[in-house]
């Protein structure tokens, strides 16, 4: 098992899915987890604290009850491309954003940050322009204006996570100085709640073709190990990198064994 000893971190969305996984995970490791959700979470933490990532507020109020001495934070939460745009915007990248940085300075040195990003984002290189504009916006509502004035085609979900894995690639050598390190993981699909709504804002055919093709879509568990290996000192060498975690379809997709998806 990946050494999380000891270490003090941070989980968003731990009540369900993904997060819950990675919870659980950092737990049998010996950390001590706190979690940030707006759902009690059922794995047996050591403190929760609600909290509303579209409402930066929220946000602000979390961070000040949090503290410092902090080793890892792991942000899961995320809402999927069914939910209203905005919304999935503001959680899945400017909420994400917005608690990472409010929590600059109250990291250990050597501390990791790792961003639950998706291989839904895989077009990110297509409108790096786009991102590399949004992400150099200085506040909440100044990425949200950004976003209201740069309409684009196609899923907010879609677009969020590209934001979410151009944000990590970009970050990681600029958190250096301050010893802390920023990776991404990029999940397929996953068998959580929330399942069904990816099934109607991608397509239910797109999925079970990618399920046909591995022969089962992956569980949670498979993804908290990687989180977990990318939030401890084990990976302390690798920064600004978006590890995808899909069974392998990006790898066919890449070398052109299997068309892209239409997302």
């Not at 999380?4 to 010996?30: F, P, W, Y």
């Not at 879609?158 to 991404?184: H, I, P, Q, S």
Request: hydrophobic share 40%.
């Amino acid at each position: 098992m990946t050494s999380v000893n000891d270490l003090r971190c941070i989980v968003t969305g731990a009540a369900s899915g993904i997060g819950h996984a990675v919870a659980e995970q950092l737990l049998k490791g010996g950390a001590e987890v706190t979690s940030l959700d707006r759902n009690e979470p059922s794995a047996g933490v050591q403190r929760h604290l609600t909290v509303d990532l579209a409402d930066p507020d929220s946000i602000d109020t979390c961070v000040h009850e949090l503290g410092g001495g902090w080793d890892a934070l792991i942000n899961v939460a995320g809402v999927p491309g069914t939910a209203p745009a905005e919304l999935v915007f503001k959680v899945n990248f400017l909420g994400l954003r917005h608690l990472t940085e409010s929590l600059f300075g109250r990291f250990n040195t050597g501390g990791a940050i790792v961003n639950v990003s998706s291989t839904a984002g895989f077009q990110w290189s297509e409108r790096l322009g786009q991102h590399r504009d949004l992400i150099t916006t200085e506040s909440f509502h100044a990425g949200l204006q950004w976003y209201r004035d740069n309409p684009h085609e196609g899923n907010a979900y879609n677009f969020a996570k590209e934001a979410v894995t151009v944000y990590t690639m970009a970050m990681g050598t600029g958190l250096a100085a301050e010893g802390l390190r920023m990776n991404a993981v990029l999940p397929g699909p996953v068998n959580t709640p929330i399942l069904p709504d990816f099934e109607t804002s991608m397509g239910k055919d797109t999925l079970d073709g990618v399920k046909f093709l591995l022969g089962r879509h992956a569980e949670p568990d498979d993804i908290a190990p990687a989180a977990a290996f990318l939030a401890s000192p084990e990976s302390r060498w690798i920064n600004g990198h978006p590890l995808v975690v899909d069974g392998g379809i990006t790898g066919a997709v890449l070398t052109g064994l299997v068309p892209p998806p239409e997302l």
